[in-house]
């Protein structure tokens, strides 16, 4: 078994050691050796297996639950987003009828401000109306106190006319003179 495989390009490898100072002997690192071969592959196969047993599947099952968080936070995320937007459509809805409340409520505002507004001014009207009649009632009053005074001044005037006539003799025409005199005044009386 000292039989020993070389690999290409060894004689190289093994010269620059060789100029350097070092054994001319081969590296066995480099060398190849059945036995060392057959362990390697042993060592290699054996950890393989605890490593398989011990570390492959605690690793692998860490995995699936590292999967399964994640796709459990994805599941909460996508309902999170499904319930974000239920709440968003919700709030536009109470929106909407807020706004359509509001609307509501301005326009009965306005109709109700419009119909007070219609019974001031009728009964500001109503109000002007009965001013106007009692002024109307009070100017017919005063008229008819004021034609009345003038007849009894011209009932006065007639008898101081009268008076006059007969404590004078007059002439016809001194008398027609005074009677149009009366009646002139009586007409200034009465315009």
């Known amino acids: 078994?000292?039989?020993?495989?070389?690999?290409?390009?060894?004689?190289?490898?093994?010269e620059s050691t060789g100029a350097h100072g070092a054994s001319s002997e081969q590296n066995p690192?480099?060398?190849?050796?059945?036995?060392?071969?057959?362990?390697?592959?042993l060592t290699f196969l054996l950890l393989l297996?605890?490593?398989?047993?011990?570390?492959?599947?605690?690793?692998?099952a860490m995995l699936d639950e590292r999967q399964k968080k994640i796709e459990d936070s994805l599941l909460s995320a996508e309902k999170a987003r499904q319930k974000l937007e239920g709440i968003n459509q919700e709030s536009e809805a109470i929106l909407?009828?807020?706004?359509?409340?509001?609307?509501?409520?301005v326009a009965d505002a306005k109709s109700a401000a419009e119909n007070?507004?219609?019974?001031?001014?009728?009964?500001?009207?109503?109000?002007?109306?009965?001013?106007?009649?009692?002024?109307?009632?009070?100017i017919s009053v005063e008229k008819?106190?004021?034609?009345?005074?003038?007849?009894?001044?011209?009932?006065?005037?007639?008898i101081n006319v009268a008076e006059k006539i007969l404590e004078?003799?007059?002439?016809?025409?001194?008398n027609a003179k005074i009677i149009e005199d009366s009646i002139n005044k009586l007409k200034n009386y009465e315009a």
């Open 1 to 14: 078994m000292d039989h020993y495989w070389s690999i290409p390009g060894d004689e190289v490898l093994h």
């Open 29 to 41: 690192l480099v060398k190849l050796d059945p036995g060392l071969f057959i362990w390697t592959i």
């Open 49 to 60: 297996i605890a490593l398989a047993k011990f570390a492959w599947k605690p690793l692998l």
């Open 96 to 105: 909407s009828k807020a706004r359509t409340e509001a609307q509501t409520i």
């Open 116 to 138: 007070l507004k219609e019974d001031i001014v009728s009964k500001a009207k109503e109000e002007a109306d009965g001013q106007l009649e009692k002024a109307k009632n009070q």
């Open 144 to 158: 008819d106190k004021a034609l009345l005074e003038i007849r009894q001044e011209v009932v006065d005037l007639s």
């Open 168 to 174: 004078k003799n007059i002439s016809k025409d001194d």
